[in-house]
T-cell receptor, first 111, second 112 residues
Framework: GQNIDQPTEMTATEGAIVQINCTYQ??????LFWYQQHAGEAPTFLSY????GLEEKGRFSSFLSRSKGYSYLLLKELQMKDSASYLC????????????FGTGTRLQVFP | DSGVTQTPKHLITATGQRVTLRCSPR?????VYWYQQSLDQGLQFLIQ???????AKGNILERFSAQQFPDLHSELNLSSLELGDSALYFC???????????FGPGTRLTVT
């Protein structure tokens, strides 16, 4: 079966750094997406990792280790507007074109 | 604004009824995906269409069906509705797989 694990909730302080982890066990793997979703809104794309390593995009970075079935999203210089759910999603092998989402990590940023 | 539109925004209906949700993808995107998001649940992939053809199926119930039309807009039909079908239904589009998906604002369905 397909299994994606993320912590349910995290809290952090404005200006700090937070790391949101995601582990996955899937039959077939083609890449990993991170999405941000504010309450009641649509998810918005943050990053897509296919190869091992760190991808940096402004205040957000995403890391992938395919051999360990592990990814993390790193958020730096946290702002209040970063309070949202962060969804990890695994893209399965081509031919199925399925994107399997984790249940998301709800991040609360406090002043 | 992602460029993906969904109608209606809200829908309230009774058990046993049938509804149709509509999605227009971003200009140039050939793939359309449908997702269901219930309270306290993650996004559940339902089905994907690519250029009019069904490409992938997820946890879509037999009571649900979808199609993508020649102009690339898509419709999700939900029939014999049950209370448990109350959820946010998102449509997303992408140029192709596995490119980033752009999500529409969603349709909130309430079954009473």
């Amino acid at each position: 079966g397909q299994n994606i694990d993320q912590p349910t909730e995290m809290t952090a302080t404005e200006g700090a750094i937070v790391q949101i982890n995601c582990t996955y066990q899937t039959s077939g793997f083609n890449g990993l997406f991170w999405y941000q979703q504010h309450a009641g809104e649509a998810p918005t794309f943050l990053s897509y990792n296919v190869l091992d390593g760190l991808e940096e995009k402004g205040r957000f970075s995403s890391f992938l280790s395919r051999s360990k079935g592990y990814s993390y999203l790193l958020l730096k210089e946290l702002q209040m507007k970063d309070s949202a759910s962060y969804l990890c999603a695994v893209f399965l092998l081509s031919g199925t074109d399925k994107l399997i989402f984790g249940t998301g990590t709800r991040l609360q940023v406090f002043p | 604004d992602s460029g993906v539109t969904q109608t209606p925004k809200h829908l309230i209906t009774a058990t046993g009824q049938r509804v149709t949700l509509r999605c227009s993808p971003r200009s140039g995107d050939l793939s359309v995906y449908w997702y269901q998001q219930s309270l306290d649940q993650g996004l559940q992939f339902l089905i994907q269409y690519y250029n009019g053809e069904e490409r992938a199926k997820g946890n879509i119930l037999e009571r649900f069906s979808a199609q993508q039309f020649p102009d690339l807009h898509s419709e999700l039909n939900l029939s014999s509705l049950e209370l448990g079908d109350s959820a946010l239904y998102f449509c997303a589009s992408s140029v192709d797989s596995p490119y980033e998906q752009y999500f529409g604002p969603g349709t909130r369905l309430t079954v009473t």
